[in-house]
């Protein structure tokens, strides 16, 4: 056969799912920066409680804006008092119940208000559960408090060779937890009868502006120790098919890319692989006869077979 050269010709559209191979460390920093200028005033003691959170499964499991705070009252105790006791219980929930891995704490004491870091270290979060909430209150204030939600990890947008967020920073704003109608940092309490809908904090006196920044710093990540198969252990059926291939046992095989040739040497489509257990491939568009799909693994390895469509 001819030694010839691959073109990107083009991409198969295919479904897909996780599975949990790697995990990633990060170092996660909250730079405050709450002052007169931009928040009207700094007042006396101004300080924000220990940074809370969890790493979980799914979007808005563990806080949604623009609905009403459950009468869990974790982002309440937090909002209004910075205890972080019914909260810690409603993530021990959510880790029974499989939405979420792990709760996060800083380790010490509240943090002053301006010019202060807080700083959660060697974070391991999982493939599994690559999304991370953290919420600390604003205090003085009624029910005020910083939150970054849901963030994704593996959002793709700056990704290392292993699919990890690499080292970023994103401004932070305050909400208002919608259980006291106070308005000012110094507000005495009046409860909020109905509860209202988690909002921005974005009139007087906070008046939308950030209130600090968070710099997710990535240490590490690591495929897990489940050794790495053979590239001869994919499966590929049926064949001969009608068109409709399937490739599956991917977990651990490192797949990178798949290559399909006629019999003559020419590359007819080439599909780049991403973390998924298993590829519904549509060939129908192919002629009747026969092919040569290659799998090449991240490692260099290959492997090549016959495919017949008829």
Do not use: C
């Not at 950030?210 to 994919?234: G, V």
Request: cysteine-free; overall charge negative; proline content about 5%.
């Amino acid at each position: 056969m001819k030694k010839i050269t691959l073109l990107l010709i083009s991409f198969l559209v295919f479904s897909s799912s996780s599975f949990s191979q790697t995990t990633a460390i990060y170092d996660i920093s909250v730079t405050t920066i709450w002052n007169s200028t931009d928040h009207s005033s700094l007042p006396s003691g101004a300080h924000w409680s220990p940074l809370a959170g969890a790493t979980h499964k799914n979007i808005n499991d563990i806080l949604e804006f623009g609905v009403t705070a459950p009468l869990t009252n974790g982002i309440k105790s937090i909002a209004e008092t910075g205890n972080t006791t019914n909260f810690n219980s409603e993530i021990n929930d959510a880790i029974s119940a499989g939405n979420a891995d792990q709760y996060l704490q800083q380790a010490f004491s509240p943090f002053a208000g301006n010019n202060s870091v807080s700083t959660l270290t060697n974070i391991s979060v999982s493939e599994d559960f690559p999304l991370i909430t953290l919420v600390s209150m604003v205090a003085p204030s009624p029910d005020w408090f910083i939150a970054v939600n849901s963030l994704n990890l593996r959002s793709g947008i700056n990704p290392d060779s292993n699919g990890w967020e690499n080292t970023f920073t994103i401004d932070v704003f305050a909400y208002d937890a919608g259980t006291d109608d106070g308005t000012n940092y110094g507000s005495g309490d009046i409860i909020s009868a109905p509860r209202q809908p988690i909002s921005m904090v974005s009139g007087f006196p906070i008046n939308g502006n950030r209130m600090a920044t968070i710099t997710f710093t990535l240490n590490n990540s690591t495929l897990s120790t489940e050794p790495i198969k053979p590239i001869e252990s994919l499966k590929i059926y049926p064949n001969p098919s009608n068109g409709n291939v399937t490739i599956s046992n991917i977990q651990n095989v490192d797949l990178k890319t798949i290559e399909i040739y006629s019999v003559i040497g020419k590359l007819m489509k080439i599909i780049q692989v991403k973390n998924q257990s298993k590829l519904n491939l549509d060939l129908s568009q192919f002629n009747k006869g026969m092919y040569l799909l290659k799998t090449l693994n991240r490692s260099g390895s290959s492997f090549t077979q016959k495919l017949v469509i008829d």
